[in-house]
């Protein structure tokens, strides 16, 4: 499985971007797709889940109400719409796999990571 993340970059506190995950080397049907990110000195921090084949999604915390994962199964791609972005939001950002239904929320628990993206919000 490859993951290649993208889409960073620098953005002002308030606005938008949208991480991109293209996903290749596997059938993703029984799949879950998330994104984490890192902030500098700080442990990789869940952001969201979906399911690949049922679409259902999870978040964390910090961002229910301002993130939303979505997939596109034509494109083999996995998205990240990022809005109403605060300064604590930035890190690298990246995209992870794991080769089951069941969400989870801990980095361990994922098999495959992407290269990673970063994502910069001035305040």
């Known amino acids: 499985v490859q993951l290649q993340a993208s889409g960073g970059g620098l953005v002002q506190a308030g606005g938008s971007l949208r991480l991109s995950c293209a996903a290749s080397?596997?059938?993703?049907?029984?799949?879950?797709m998330a994104w984490f990110r890192q902030a500098p000195g700080k442990e990789r921090e869940f952001v969201a889940a979906?399911?690949?084949?049922?679409?259902?999604?999870y978040y964390g915390d910090s961002v229910k109400g301002r993130f939303t994962i979505s997939r596109d199964k034509a494109k083999n791609t996995v998205y990240l719409q990022m809005v109403s972005l605060k300064p604590e939001d930035t890190a690298v950002y990246y995209c992870?796999?794991?080769?089951?239904?069941?969400?989870?929320?801990?980095?361990?628990?994922?098999?495959?990571w992407g290269q990673g993206t970063q994502v910069t919000v001035s305040s």
């Open positions: 979906i399911r690949w084949s049922a679409g259902s999604t």
């Open positions: 080397g596997r059938t993703f049907s029984s799949y879950v």
């Open positions: 992870a796999a794991r080769p089951y239904v069941v969400i989870h929320t801990t980095p361990r628990s994922y098999e495959y």
